[in-house]
């Protein structure tokens, strides 16, 4: 459910994800690139099938359907053997490159079916002019994906506003149990982690017979891209990550949010209609979270079914909306004038959308790897301060990171510590992409992560969102060009701005 992600599962931040001292120090001695070889099994055999891929705009490419399989959980010698699954482009030149393999954003999103979405589909085939071109689905995620979805949602009443205590409440209850709803079906959520998922993509390597792979990704995808650096150093020959989050940026400052609301605004007053009509969004949004703290609204309308609903919003739910809504400008560009609405007692177009995604039974499901992927990744006992002093003045508080830390520990699984936490460095070539724009990840820490890599190459995207890969076919031909070897001739980027007025 996180809000940070593409799916919504994710308040008292009094909930610390620590684990027991000797289960977080067996951890850690996992998680650490000393202990790569602690639990090394043979390479796996893949097995291939021809495969006819098609586009969601319906282009066809006949490729490859590969399947191996890999422990559930390595530190388990009883572990039962999971299937993961992915898709091979081949290579259009002769001269081939590494495989380029693909991480997916989430956790929890689809290499296969990101694929399928015809901007990304772009970028694949165009690597195919360096080498062969994977889609991987990582474990608990599509073709690679066993973990039954929890029929147990997290219930908030309609006729209350949400508030913190009553959101970790519904999470915890829900999670708890989910968690032995997958232990019924002989799920081992302790073994859905950023370090498993790192060796699964080494296990890959070695089954391809590769000396070498490169990596490209977004989000949590640079997350995992992280963690195998880290971890399998010596088996990556170039990488390329879009909307950066490092080892230790699961949860997210919100002081960082902030800043992303303020280059907003800036972003506002250059366009001098969207300044008159929008002044101060920031301010704006401070006075309607107070008056809803205060008194809260009720708002009648008829769901997409038809049927007559009265709910009852607070200012959690409009903090909630928010951060639903500043991942990209497409839709940053839509939140001035929902607040200057709603400032002005019209609540008609927020209430349906908290409605559908938060608050309407059901609309919060828990699907197992994305929650505990995000619990095990964690947060030091130190950030975890610093968020919460972030939290009590910012605009969105924390929301943006749910259910992590808050209902976190629920889910049951290890905390990997803050030695997997620890920021890489690397000398491997690595290209950075981070939008102004971007309300998810930042460009104050992209510049942080990019300045341990020696060979580093950070480039700012004026005007860019979190999904970069969309964003601007340049995005695409500087990806293509950097993993042949070519460096950007330029830092900087600068796409159109968004039109907050018609």
Known sequence: MALRRHHFVPGNTLLV?????????ANEELASPEAEDKFAAPS????FSPYEFSSRDGQKVTVERGE????ENRSDPKSRRIKLGFVRFPATTGNKSPPLVYLAGGPGGSGVEAAQLPARFAIFMALRDVGDVIAFDQRGTGWSNDIPEC???PDLPLDKPTTRASLVAALQSAAR????FWKDAGIDLAGYNTVESADDVEALRQALG???ISLWGISYGSHLAFAILKRHPNSIERVALVGLEGLDETVKLPALTDAFIARLQATIDRDPAAAKAYPDLAGTMRKLHAQLDKQPVSVPFRDSSGKDVILVLGSLDLQALAAFSISDPSRSRRLPELYTRMAAGDFSQAAPFVYDFIRKPGAIRFRGMPEAMDAASGISADRLRLVEQHARTSLLGDILNFPIPHAGDAFGVPDLGDRF????SSSVPTLFLSGTLDGRTYPESAR????RFANGTHIIVENGGHNLFEASPLIRDMIVAYMKGQEPVSTTLTLDPPKFVE
């Open 17 to 25: 994800l620590l684990a027991a001292a000797f289960t977080a120090h």
């Open 44 to 47: 796996p055999t893949i097995t």
């Open 68 to 71: 191996f399989y890999v422990p």
């Open 151 to 153: 029929p147990r949602s």
């Open 177 to 180: 149990e989910c968690v032995r």
């Open 210 to 212: 590769a000396q070498k």
């Open 421 to 424: 936490r620890e920021p890489v």
């Open 448 to 451: 942080e992560i990019a300045a």
